[in-house]
């Protein structure tokens, strides 16, 4: 199955945006209109050699305000169980919401480590916004903008240094199992 990283965070911060980025394709459906993205979509990505999953999570736009925030919290929740990393990402251009907090209360809970991204970084005066996101108080904030690319390396270096190298011989190739399969042949399924 291999390392899994979740992109999560509430509707329209540009996680899509990211998720295409990492897949290089328009896979996810991008739009302004908050909640497009209604399910989990998967893909693989790759970074410095090592492939990885990657779930973006959708957005809720239907029920109260409280059905729409137990639904992201349950989506949060899930995201966390699939994952070995998640990406909490949060928008430099609106700063901090409620639903950031709420998604932050679920998420310090997690023991999988947790990159706050602040997306939609373009410039320098957002810059200077964005380090109030410091304040969520989590070890690793990154700050990036999707659409550009800006700072996505620094987020993704972080990414693939949780991944254990794929084993190599002297020459690059993979290693084969250094084992043989004995015994008669056909007597039942092999568990390698
Ligand atoms: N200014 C700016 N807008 C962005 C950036 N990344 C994404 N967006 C925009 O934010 C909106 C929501 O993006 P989307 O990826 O659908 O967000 P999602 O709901 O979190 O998946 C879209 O209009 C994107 O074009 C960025 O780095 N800078
Ligand atoms: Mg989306």
């Not at 998967?42 to 999570?57: E, L, R």
């Not at 998604?103 to 999988?112: D, E, F, H, P």
Request: glycine share 10%; with cysteine.
């Amino acid at each position: 199955m291999g390392f899994t990283l979740a992109i999560v965070g509430r509707p329209n911060v540009g996680k899509s945006t990211l998720f295409n980025r990492l897949l290089e394709q328009r896979k996810a459906i991008v739009d302004d209109v908050s909640g497009v993205t209604r399910d989990r979509q998967y893909g693989i990505s790759d970074w410095n050699g090592k492939n990885f999953n990657v779930i973006d999570t959708g957005g809720f736009v239907h029920g109260s305000e409280d059905v729409f925030e137990k639904e992201i919290a349950k989506q949060v929740m899930i995201a966390v169980e699939e994952a070995d990393a998640i990406v909490f990402m949060v928008d430099a251009g609106t700063g901090i919401t409620h639903l950031d907090e709420e998604m932050a209360n679920v998420l310090r809970k997690s023991v999988k480590p947790v990159f706050l991204t602040v997306n939609k970084v373009d410039n320098n005066d957002r810059m200077l916004d964005a380090t109030e996101f410091y304040s969520m108080g989590f070890e690793q904030v990154y700050f990036i903008a999707s659409a550009s690319g800006s700072g996505t390396g620094e987020l993704l270096d972080a990414v693939a240094d949780l991944i254990p190298e794929e084993k190599k011989d002297e020459e690059g190739k993979d290693e084969l199992p250094k084992f043989a399969i004995i015994g008669q042949p056909n007597v039942g399924k092999s568990s390698c």
